[in-house]
Every structure is written in structure tokens, then in C-alpha cells.
């Protein structure tokens, strides 16, 4: 399913709920009503997923949905020092916007000391 037509769509009514020309670019009006976009709450809800996942507060079927990178190894390396997760195998779209997969990466692309990794469970969710 594409969902760029449905992100072009909020845009337009963001428009016109503002009154603003339909030439002006978006991203100023998103910021203004302090609205997140489409991609941006995406990524937002997934990262809310995966911060839930690496405290184990998900129900137990996603108990073994993410297999940590430390895992794999007997031994260090650079990503299980930084609890990442191993990326499953994509080959098609579908896989690659699988939060099983998209989930993984972003959780990975945070830094250590990124503020949601720190974030104890009494301060989130």
C-alpha cells in the first residue's frame, strides 16, 4: 500500500485549516500547529514499540520477536556493547517497512547515550 498519496492528502487540509497558500512548503506549517508528520509519527510509534520491546514491557508474544545482536556472538563486538538488535533478512518493501526489520534499525541508529535508551521505566509510557 503506498501512503504517499494519504501524507499529500494531510498536507492539503493542513492547508486549508490555516489558510495558507497551497504553494507554501509544509514543513513550516507543521511546526506552527505543532502537528508531527505522517513519517514522523511512524517513526515515533516505532520507536515507542522498540523502547517497550528493550524493557520487556510488550505482551509475551513479542517476547522472542528481536534477537539481540549480543546473542549471536560468544564474544563482544561494537553493536552488542550498544544493545542493538540483529536486522532480519529484507529482499522486498513489505520486509523492509516490517517493524520486525524498521524497528531494529532505528532502534540501532539511536546513539548510547540517545535519551530514550536512558530513560528508565517509570519516566516513559
Known sequence: M????LFALIKRV??????????K?????????KILKFFDLIKF???????????????????KYFINSAMIHGYETRLSTKHAYALS???TNYAIFNVKF???KLWNSLSPSNHLKQLSNKNFC
Open 2 to 5: 503506498n501512503i504517499k498519496p
Open 14 to 23: 493542513l492547508r486549508i485549516i490555516i489558510f495558507s497558500p497551497f504553494d
Open 25 to 33: 512548503h509544509s514543513s513550516p506549517l507543521f511546526k506552527l500547529t
Open 45 to 63: 510509534q516505532t520507536s515507542i514499540f522498540m523502547y517497550k520491546f528493550h524493557n520487556n514491557q510488550l505482551p509475551a508474544v513479542f517476547a
Open 89 to 91: 533478512k529484507a529482499k
Open 102 to 104: 524498521s524497528g531494529a
